[in-house]
Nanobody, 124 residues
């Protein structure tokens, strides 16, 4: 069982930056691929970013955030972060962290473990 706890959300103005963090309880954190997703009110959940397991750090991003968001992991601290730059009002959503042993499951949005989410609100 893996527990995920997100933090770092808040209210910011358009153009600002925000850094989300997800702390995982997994004893073998490095064996999990990690990802970030978001869901805005009335919309479907959207894939944001994924990072492969291990220390290599290969990443993959959704088209809507490519070039603005960066996912990273610290296996020593059992954390995965999402650096969000140049935020737009359309980035407003509840942001979720997720974990799975396979990278593919993250990318196709079927990870085994989900966090509870942290709210990000971007004002215009």
């Amino acid at each position: 069982q893996v527990q995920l706890v997100e933090s770092g959300g808040g209210l910011v103005q358009a153009g600002a930056s925000l850094r989300l963090s997800c702390a995982a309880s997994a004893r073998t954190f490095s064996s999990y691929a990690m990802g970030w997703f978001r869901q805005a009110p009335g919309k479907e959940r959207e894939f944001i970013a994924a990072i492969k397991r291990g220390g290599g750090g290969s990443t993959y991003y959704g088209d809507s955030v490519k070039g603005r968001f960066t996912i990273s992991r610290d296996n020593a601290k059992n954390t995965v972060d999402l650096q969000m730059n140049s935020l737009k009002p359309e980035d407003t959503a509840l942001y979720y962290c997720a974990a799975d042993h396979t990278f593919h499951s993250i990318v196709v949005m079927t990870p085994q473990y989900w966090g509870q989410g942290t709210q990000v609100t971007v004002s215009s």
